[in-house]
């Protein structure tokens, strides 16, 4: 047996039973490597120690082999990113939405006018060039009268 392969063997001896890494623990090296780079531009003691304070719990969790404890902590960082994540999420997905409306509302430019329900504020496309027409909400059946 080569070095490496009695190493692994020797690391999963070592590490059976033990917590391991969880969502929580990469939170902490996250936390870690921002607090880390943070500490070099702004030459601060005081954020380097609190970088290496997560780097330590990092590590302490992820040799525990107190496997409830660590998953009820996971739990508890669960419950609120989690809420956080969606919101970050839904807002991240309105931006795209809005960059997807604007990118085809650019194509559609020659052939298509888009207009506003006076009403609902839902999005109406209409094609271009038919003079005054009366336009009907699908969402909501308002009739309004614009000129495209």
Request: net charge positive; hydrophobic share 45%.
């Given at each position: 047996?080569?070095?490496?392969?009695r190493?692994?063997i020797?690391?999963?001896?070592?590490?059976a039973?033990r917590h391991?890494?969880d969502?929580?623990?990469a939170?902490?090296?996250?936390l870690?490597?921002?607090?880390?780079?943070?500490s070099?531009?702004?030459?601060?003691?005081?954020?380097?120690l609190?970088?290496?304070?997560?780097?330590?719990?990092?590590i302490?969790?992820?040799?525990?082999?107190?496997n409830?404890?660590?998953?009820?902590e996971?739990d508890?960082?669960?419950s609120w990113?989690?809420?956080?994540?969606?919101?970050l999420?839904?807002?991240?997905?309105?931006?795209?939405?809005a960059?997807?409306y604007?990118?085809?509302?650019?194509r559609?430019?020659?052939?298509?006018r888009y207009?506003?329900?006076?009403?609902?504020?839902?999005?109406?496309?209409?094609?271009?060039?038919?003079?005054?027409?009366?336009?009907?909400?699908p969402?909501?059946?308002?009739?309004?009268i614009?000129?495209?």
């Amino acid at each position: 047996m080569n070095w490496f392969t009695r190493f692994t063997i020797w690391l999963n001896r070592f590490m059976a039973g033990r917590h391991g890494g969880d969502q929580f623990s990469a939170a902490l090296l996250i936390l870690y490597c921002t607090l880390l780079i943070l500490s070099n531009i702004f030459r601060s003691g005081l954020l380097m120690l609190l970088a290496t304070a997560a780097l330590i719990w990092c590590i302490w969790r992820m040799f525990s082999r107190n496997n409830e404890r660590r998953w009820k902590e996971n739990d508890w960082f669960l419950s609120w990113w989690t809420p956080f994540w969606h919101w970050l999420r839904s807002f991240s997905s309105r931006f795209h939405s809005a960059q997807d409306y604007a990118a085809i509302k650019a194509r559609d430019r020659a052939v298509c006018r888009y207009f506003k329900c006076p009403k609902c504020k839902s999005r109406l496309r209409v094609p271009k060039g038919k003079g005054k027409i009366s336009i009907t909400c699908p969402v909501c059946h308002t009739q309004f009268i614009k000129r495209t």
